[in-house]
């Protein structure tokens, strides 16, 4: 282990000059985590928006099928609507109306494909919330050692020789918070809007197959 460079006596020790002046894994440890945390609020800016919109579209799309007596124009109006969830499902219980049994299972089926498309990038979200306090606290554990390297290469444990490592360790370590609580937090949050917009879905799902089943009905 290499230890960090110790600052002269007469310079005054800042975050800067801490982060700059450490040793090469740390400086590479807090890059990583704070790339980590510009990821975790670019992702939570970008989830939300998608979920309002995704919100938004799901209620135009359940408003304008309950405005919407022909059966024919609800499949239009499903086929050509690219942003709600609920789209592509009503799209295919639309194209299964020969087989009206299996209507629920292929809304079923379409509904998890729709899942896993709405969540995407909240595994990595999560991978973060559950990396970063360990990252962290590696960068604990190796300023600690990095201090003991000190102490026996100066020969002194004096607060000069040792507080750049301990203070570049507590950084990483806050460097590792700072990532992981906006992720969990996120996390939590987004998975909870998704999982209302998915649970909207699968209710106005079974709606449509009563409704699917009746124009079959009275098709035949």
């Not at 729709?114 to 999560?126: C, D, P």
């Amino acid at each position: 282990m290499v230890p960090s460079l110790v600052p002269s006596a007469g310079h005054d020790a800042d975050l800067a000059s801490l982060l700059l002046s450490g040793s090469l894994p740390m400086l590479v440890l807090e890059c990583s985590l704070l790339l980590a945390a510009a990821f975790v609020w670019i992702t939570i800016v970008i989830k939300s928006r998608q979920v309002a919109r995704w919100r938004r579209a799901e209620e135009r799309l359940e408003r304008d099928i309950s405005e919407t007596s022909a059966w024919e124009e609800v499949e239009e109006r499903a086929r050509g609507d690219r942003l709600a969830i609920g789209a592509p499902v009503l799209a295919a219980m639309c194209r299964a109306t020969d087989y009206p049994e299996i209507v629920e299972a292929v809304a079923e089926r379409e509904i998890e494909r729709q899942n896993v498309r709405v969540h995407g990038l909240m595994t990595t979200l999560s991978s973060i919330g559950a990396v970063a306090p360990l990252a962290g606290l590696f960068g604990t554990v190796y300023g600690i050692i990095d201090a003991f390297l000190r102490i026996g290469t100066v020969g002194s444990a004096s607060l000069a020789v040792i507080a750049p490592a301990i203070g570049e360790a507590l950084i990483t370590t806050g460097t590792g918070l700072f990532a992981a609580i906006p992720a969990v937090v996120g996390y939590n949050v987004l998975s909870k809007r998704l999982d209302d917009l998915l649970a909207a879905v699968d209710t106005a799902a079974r709606v449509w197959a009563v409704r699917v089943r009746v124009s079959v009905e009275r098709r035949s």
